[in-house]
């Protein structure tokens, strides 16, 4: 029995690991969005840190507003993180394919460029699941929690991306 609930206490957290995985990495695109232009700007994406901001909800408890609404907000506010997470996991999934499409057509051989892709998606999925356990723990009530930079290997990518254009094309 004690045997059992080892198994099973490790084999949960694997799979919720790869559901998870799967959820960021997997995304479903049409196949003109495929063919579409990289957008190359991820302003979008800098208030996201803002959402889980502790500072709000304080306001609102010092405002008199009842905790069930506040609760709701908080809800309300991670389900809008997690739909932001996914996109920026579907925008750095459709760089990371046209880079990797680049490599595979390159008339020279860069390893050092395949290698600092793979360092990035790398960096970017565990952030990507720090960013998931940040969401837990909120949803637990912890609010005071460091901020996650999910930017910084779209960024790094980007400038790797910007090599390739032609002299003239401006990203």
């Not at 799979?15 to 957008?39: D, G, K």
């Amino acid at each position: 029995m004690i045997i059992i609930a080892c198994a099973l206490g490790m084999l949960i957290p694997g799979i919720a690991l790869i559901l998870l995985l799967r959820m960021f990495y997997v995304t479903r695109q049409s196949r003109a969005e495929l063919h579409e232009p990289a957008r190359l700007t991820w302003r979008d994406y800098r208030p996201l840190h803002r959402l889980l901001d502790p500072a709000d909800f304080e306001f609102l408890r010092r405002r008199g507003i009842p905790e069930p609404r506040i609760q709701k907000l908080r809800a309300e506010r991670r389900r809008i993180y997690r739909l932001c997470l996914r996109s920026l996991a579907q925008d750095f999934n459709q760089v990371q394919r046209t880079l990797n499409l680049i490599l595979i057509h390159s008339d020279e051989d860069r390893p050092d460029l395949a290698a600092e892709l793979n360092r990035q998606r790398v960096t970017f999925y565990r952030n990507l699941m720090a960013a998931e356990f940040r969401l837990f723990l909120h949803r637990c009530g912890l609010e005071e929690m460091p901020a996650i930079d999910l930017l910084k290997p779209l960024e790094v990518l980007q400038a790797q991306l910007q090599t390739f254009a032609p002299a003239g094309a401006a990203a």
